[in-house]
Every structure is written in structure tokens, then in C-alpha cells.
């Protein structure tokens, strides 16, 4: 085989066409994960879909939350509360964070952790669109609220006009001092069981101190066609489908390049090259004809994201495909090499 007038082994244009389309599967999903996502997010008026609103009512201590949060977090190491703080103009939402449920796309900083939405130190993450107003002072950023004076830590929003632009997120604590604590409030988390396994906690945790409102039912069982339906469902399997793909493909594809190096292995034989550098040679030869297969579908990926604006992948992305692609590749060549081997 011919390319621009060089010869090219037809094992490594094998081994390059099928590491360049695995590649590019691969990048598309994860773009269209994170873009399915973030577009979930977003019709979910920055919640999970899984939350549950509840009610405090007839309480006089706005105290309460310090003995109950902390023995939540304790307890469970992924949840979300809210409270909306009333505001005519900014949508403006109180957040008590544990563990990674919600965050949305940020631009700068980052968003909550638990020790920052549950602090006594006034906390802000802001929506882009309200970033030239903070104050940049002391190596930080300051913005002020209702005459309280925010810290923000993060600046949140897409390229795209979006409800994450035009909203502010505060600490917990500055919430509901500012909404108090008879109010309306949401529980997130991953899943609607772990909802009303929280929910029952906190309302054990309330007592007859407050009237906690909150309505947790059984749930009914989802049934199997609805689960497999999923978008997370469809998503998860083709991941899977993607793998063996690529697992099958490369197989095919090593045993047939590691046939084209026959002639190869017979000059090592004969010039006593050691196994050790027959190895080596190998593993760099089809890295190095893979690794360009890889980058030929990050180009690909990346000119169809000029065309297509939801296409979007991030440094981490390549990382985490580019190890993936290289790394099971490589044990894939060691596997594959073992055994033409010892068949020879």
C-alpha cells in the first residue's frame, strides 16, 4: 500500500485505520455523555430529576440545621439541600453539598464541597453573567448580597445562554438566615431510594422541634423496560458495545500486523537479538503506529466539532481515552504477541 508515493506495511494501515475509528466512537460518546448530561441538568432547573421538595413549618430557631447537618454528613456521603432565598430579580439558591450530586458546568473556580456550603463564612458561586459586578480584592473575589459580603469561589455557566448563567448559589447557613428557616426546600441525591432513606433521617433528626413536611412513600418498583430504556441505560451500554468493539477489532487487527512481522522476527532470530529487545522493539513499534491512529481520531473529532457545537471534549477526555485506547491496546499486543509466539 501507496501514500504519497511511500510505502506503507499493510499491517500498520490496518492497525492505524482500526485504532483511528475506535478513537473517534470513543471521544463522540463521552462528548455525547457529558452533552446529554449537562442537557438534563439544565431541564431539571439545575437539579438531578430525582428531587423532593419538603416544608419546615412552625419553627422558631433557625439553629436547627446546626445539629442536623452535620449528623447527616456523617452519615451519608452523598446528598443535596436547597432552599430558595426570595429575590424579584436573581434566582438566587442556598446549597448544602455532600459529595458530588450536582455540579453545574463551571467557567472558573470551583463549586461547592461540604466545607464550603456549610460554613459560617458567607459562600458564593456565581452565573456568568453577574461576574463583572464582583470585586476582586486581596487575591480574592467579593460580591455583594443583601449587605452581606459573598466570597465566591466559583463562576458557573455554558457558552450558551442557560438558567446556570443567571442564578447565584450561596452557603446554607447565609440561605437561611436570609429565606429563614420556615421555608421551602429540596432533597437531592442519586436516586430515589437513597431520597427516602435521607428523608426519614432528617425528619427523625427535626423531632418535634419542627414540622417537617415531606412526602417519601414506598415508590413504586420501575419496571425493567422503562431502566433499560434509560438514557443513562442506552449510554452505559454503549460504552460496553464500544469496548468490545474495540477489544474484538484490535485483536484481529494485532494478530494480523504481528503476521506482516514474520520476516522481522526471522532477521532477529538469526542476528541473536535478545527477547528483552525483541519485546521493546514491538511494543514501540505498535505504540507508536496506534498512538498516531489515536490522534487522527482526535482530529477527526475535533473537526466535527466545528461543525457541531454540542460536540465538545475536554483535555481530560483525550487523557482518559487516550490511556484507555493505548493501555488496553498494549495488553491486548502482549496477549496476542505470547501467543503468536509460542505458536511459532
Same mark, same amino acid.
Given at each position: 500500500m501507496k501514500l504519497f508515493g511511500k510505502r506503507i506495511p499493510k499491517g500498520n494501515a490496518l492497525l492505524f485505520l482500526n485504532f483511528s475509528a475506535v478513537s473517534l466512537c470513543l471521544l463522540l460518546i463521552v462528548s455525547?455523555?457529558?452533552?446529554?448530561? @449537562?442537557? !438534563?441538568?439544565?431541564?431539571?432547573?439545575? +437539579?438531578?430529576?430525582?428531587?423532593?421538595? %419538603?416544608?419546615? #413549618?412552625?419553627?422558631?430557631?433557625?439553629?436547627?440545621?446546626?445539629?442536623?447537618?452535620?449528623s447527616l454528613a456523617a452519615s451519608y456521603e452523598e446528598f443535596g439541600l436547597y432552599v430558595s432565598v426570595p429575590s424579584p430579580e436573581i434566582p438566587i439558591r442556598g446549597v448544602c453539598l455532600q459529595g458530588d450530586v450536582n455540579v453545574p458546568p463551571m467557567v472558573w473556580g470551583r463549586f461547592f464541597d461540604f466545607s464550603t456550603s456549610w460554613t459560617d463564612r458567607p459562600k458564593m458561586v456565581l452565573g456568568k453573567t453577574?461576574?463583572?459586578? @464582583?470585586? !476582586?480584592?486581596?487575591?480574592?473575589?467579593? +460580591?455583594?448580597?443583601?449587605?452581606?459580603? %459573598?466570597?465566591? #469561589?466559583g463562576i458557573m455557566g455554558t457558552e450558551g445562554d442557560s438558567r446556570a448563567n443567571?442564578?447565584?448559589?450561596?452557603?446554607?447557613?447565609s440561605a437561611v438566615q436570609m429565606a429563614g428557616i420556615n421555608a421551602d426546600y429540596k432533597l437531592d441525591a442519586k436516586s430515589p431510594e437513597r431520597i427516602r432513606e435521607i428523608g426519614?433521617?432528617?425528619?427523625?433528626?427535626?423531632?418535634?422541634?419542627?414540622?417537617?413536611?415531606m412526602t417519601l412513600g414506598e415508590g413504586a418498583e420501575e419496571p425493567l423496560l422503562t431502566k433499560l430504556l434509560s438514557s443513562d441505560a442506552i449510554m452505559d451500554t454503549m460504552y460496553v458495545m464500544i469496548l468490545v468493539s474495540f477489544s474484538l477489532s484490535t485483536i484481529l487487527a494485532t494478530f494480523i500486523w504481528l503476521r506482516f512481522r514474520r520476516q522481522l522476527f526471522y532477521a532477529w532470530a538469526l542476528c541473536g537479538a535478545l527477547k528483552s529487545r525483541e519485546w521493546a522493539e514491538i511494543f514501540k513499534r505498535y505504540l507508536c503506529v496506534s498512538g498516531g491512529g489515536f490522534f487522527c481520531g482526535l482530529l477527526l473529532v475535533e473537526a466535527l466539532a466545528l461543525a457541531a457545537a454540542d460536540i465538545q471534549t475536554s483535555v481530560w477526555d483525550?487523557?482518559?481515552?487516550?490511556?484507555?485506547?493505548?493501555?488496553?491496546?498494549?495488553?491486548?499486543?502482549?496477549?496476542?504477541?505470547?501467543?503468536?509466539?509460542g505458536e511459532g
Open positions: 455525547a455523555t457529558r452533552a446529554g448530561q @449537562a442537557n !438534563s441538568f439544565m431541564r431539571h432547573n439545575l +437539579y438531578s430529576g430525582q428531587q423532593k421538595n %419538603f416544608y419546615i #413549618i412552625g419553627s422558631e430557631e433557625k439553629g436547627q440545621w446546626k445539629d442536623v447537618v452535620p453577574f461576574w463583572d459586578e @464582583a470585586i !476582586s480584592r486581596d487575591g480574592g473575589l467579593f +460580591y455583594q448580597l443583601d449587605g452581606t459580603e %459573598f466570597e465566591v #469561589i443567571h442564578m447565584i448559589f450561596i452557603d446554607f447557613q426519614q433521617e432528617l425528619c427523625s433528626l427535626f423531632g418535634s422541634s419542627a414540622n417537617v413536611l483525550v487523557f482518559l481515552a487516550l490511556g484507555m485506547t493505548l493501555g488496553l491496546g498494549g495488553v491486548i499486543l502482549g496477549l496476542c504477541f505470547a501467543y503468536y509466539r
